[in-house]
């Protein structure tokens, strides 16, 4: 049972159940190939079968952390930062965001959108799942729509969700990781009938790095 102070300063961001922060090159979607530092905010409930992080999940697991701290951390390595969990929207994040582009840091989420909004973003990045879809305010945000394809019948989810984003917001095909041999062929053969689509690869994983 977390302390009631404790508690009061997760509520307001100013503490975040933090479960691992880095310094690496970012492997997926418009900024692939780009230097940005990592802030993994643990707790989900989103229960991605696939997800490659499910130790993120159980937020008790990643003690809460001074947000201070969190972006002291950020603003020695990177002008960009990524926030991503777990589910990061489950947190406020107006407190972080606001703290990190004040030290002229960007500040660029990936998110289920499955949780109220919060924060000030430079780049928003949707990755909706079908076991809980986003809010509607994530849809207007959305910068870039990055769509996991496991399956076949993602393709007609992944239009379905196209169809509810900004005609700004940059598509994305990218294939599940453990089905990237049967998955990748079919992305590239639909990217090519629909160019509205891009592909997306998780670089970071053939380079070995975080």
């Known amino acids: 049972m977390l302390k ?12 975040l159940p933090l479960m691992e922060e880095f310094y690496t090159i970012q492997g997926e979607g418009a900024h692939t190939g780009t230097a940005a530092y990592f802030i993994r905010i643990g707790g989900c409930d989103v229960g991605c079968h696939w997800c490659d992080v499910k130790e993120s999940w159980d937020a008790n697991l990643h003690p809460p952390t001074k947000t201070d701290i969190i972006v002291e951390n950020a603003k020695k390595y990177a002008e960009t930062v990524v926030i991503t969990g777990g589910e990061p929207l489950m947190w406020s994040l107006d407190y972080i965001t606001q703290q990190l582009q004040e030290k002229g840091i960007k500040t660029h989420i990936e998110t289920s959108g499955a949780y109220d909004f919060s924060g000030k973003w430079d780049w928003f990045c949707l990755s909706p799942k079908k076991t809980k879809l986003p809010l509607e305010r994530a849809y207007q945000e959305a910068d870039e729509l990055k769509m996991i394809i496991h399956n076949k019948n993602d393709f007609q989810f992944a239009e379905e969700q196209a169809a509810k984003v900004g005609e700004n917001c940059k598509l994305y095909l990218q294939p599940e990781w453990s089905k990237k041999e049967k998955m990748t062929p079919l992305i590239i053969e639909y990217v090519m009938e629909n160019p509205k689509w891009k592909i997306s690869l998780q670089t ?7």
């Open 204 to 210: 970071h994983k053939y380079l070995n790095i975080p």
């Open 4 to 15: 009631k102070e404790v508690q009061e300063l997760i509520n307001t961001g100013e503490m």
